[in-house]
């Protein structure tokens, strides 16, 4: 009996010392510190805030909001990376050095455009966001110069024949591609079905224009189109499409003129920079009178990154094109002439796409008898019997030209701003065999 009473004691012991134990744990599981929030929007092209000021260094809850209409994603300099789509939220967990962190967007252009920010502890700025080592891993696969560019395929100038029908349908698919911008440079360009400039619409005011828009899924980024020759509230149509999605973009030709269409997403100046852009030939409803040759001649910019990056958005920010050209490569109809007959009636479509610079178009040795400009209209055979040396166009300016080659020979097409004529704005209309002594 003494036995059983002296056991039974022991355990009334054990089971205590094991719920003082026990009990003495719990405190320090309850005085855990938390761990902290941090919240982040991603706007249209920038981070809200930009800058986040945190008291200590340790781990950090970091709450990620897209509020824009585009994809996004947020990469820390220490690898950490959400990505967010658009209206979406995500969340990860950050540990935070004493030397703070940066963060960027790595979509193409969008740290460029702004989307870039930095987390501080108590106030001390982190390195700069350059030496982050996902964006040292974006810029150290660069281009070798051993690499062989390729030859590129000259754009046809010839305009397309007015479209039959008064409703038509067109097809555009955003296509993001490296392409040859000149002989031996290459450039990541945004396109309209693979060209730069895109597809030459030619119509009819009256007629009504369908664009089904493709924006597809191995795309990285949100693309719209903005045609100027339409009248539409610019938050319906013009609104941005995300990689996998489509949209009707439906508009009548009420007015004629040679107009400009391009990608408006945010920001336009990159879009356009990198090819987003192309014409439309709007006819008054009666036509215009037939000539021998018509073309369609797209004047533009390139600001190159690294060789088969995407363009630099601080030179097309500051003026300072590499390359300006005529339908989307530098000299190609130098290298290819535009043949003509002699004596022959010429009508060209002139577009000056920019995005920045102002075009004095101008062909060497000719003089244009008629020119239609926003407009405004110098006619042939006028009082006074006028003509006109150069059309000046300011970016998203069109104008109709018509001339005549007065003997065999060539003919330079230059902007007679010549500081852009070393860049790639020239061209050669030959007439005839192209030899005047012939």
Same mark, same amino acid.
């Given at each position: ?45 920038? *981070? ?49 050095? =004493? ?47 051993? /690499? ?9 100038? /010839? ?16 296509? =993001? ?103 439309? !030939? ?20 390139? *600001? ?40 022959? /009636? ?25 020119? !239609? ?26 104008? !109709? !030209? ?27 209309? /030959? ?8």
């Amino acid at each position: 009996m003494l036995r059983y009473l002296k056991t039974a004691i022991m355990l009334l012991v054990m089971t205590l010392v094991a719920c003082q134990s026990t009990s003495s744990i719990s405190p320090k599981r309850a005085d855990a510190p938390a761990v902290e929030s941090l919240s982040i929007n991603m706007l249209d092209m920038g *981070y809200a805030p930009a800058k986040l000021d945190v008291v200590h260094a340790g781990r950090y809850q970091v709450n990620v909001a897209n509020t824009s209409t585009v994809p996004h994603d947020i990469v820390f300099s220490n690898g950490v990376k959400l990505v967010v789509a658009p209206n979406k939220k995500a969340s990860t967990f950050l540990d935070i050095p =004493e030397s703070g962190l940066t963060f960027s967007c790595s979509l193409p252009g969008h740290k460029e455009a702004g989307m870039m920010g930095r987390i501080v502890v108590n106030n001390e700025d982190p390195p700069v966001i350059e030496d982050q080592p996902a964006i040292k891993a974006q810029t150290k696969h660069e281009h070798k110069s051993t /690499k062989i560019i390729p030859d590129y395929t000259p754009y046809n100038p /010839k305009a397309p024949v007015l479209q039959s029908g008064k409703v038509h349908d067109i097809h555009l698919i955003a296509e =993001e591609k490296e392409s040859v911008v000149a002989k031996g440079a290459t450039q990541q360009l945004w396109t309209f079905n693979g060209h730069v400039p895109g597809p030459v619409l030619h119509v009819r005011v009256g007629d009504t224009v369908l664009v089904h828009l493709e924006n597809p899924r191995t795309n990285k980024l949100a693309h719209s189109v903005d045609f100027h020759a339409s009248q539409v509230a610019w938050n319906d149509e013009m609104t941005s499409i995300n990689p996998g999605e489509k949209k009707l973009y439906e508009w009548q030709a009420d007015y004629a003129g040679v107009w400009m269409y391009h990608c408006g997403s945010n920001p336009a100046l990159h879009h356009i920079a990198s090819g987003m852009y192309g014409m439309v !030939i709007v006819e008054p409803a009666e036509g215009l009178p037939k000539v021998d040759h018509e073309f369609a001649i797209v004047q533009s910019e390139f *600001y190159l990154g690294k060789a088969g990056d995407i363009t630099d958005l601080h030179k097309a920010g500051s003026h300072s094109p590499d390359y300006v050209v005529f339908n989307g490569v530098a000299n190609q109809y130098k290298d290819h002439p535009i043949e003509v007959g002699t004596g022959k /009636k010429v009508r060209m479509y002139v577009l000056n796409a920019g995005p920045n610079e102002d075009s004095s178009f101008h062909i060497v040795g000719t003089i244009f008898n008629r020119v !239609i400009k926003e407009g405004m209209e110098l006619v042939p055979e006028n009082k006074g019997h006028y003509g006109s040396q150069a059309v000046d166009l300011a970016p998203a300016q069109g104008a !109709i !030209i018509e001339f005549t080659t007065a003997e065999d020979g060539l003919y330079p097409m230059v902007t007679h701003a010549f500081n852009y004529v070393g860049k790639g704005a020239l061209g050669l209309i /030959k007439a005839g065999d192209g030899d005047p002594k012939n």
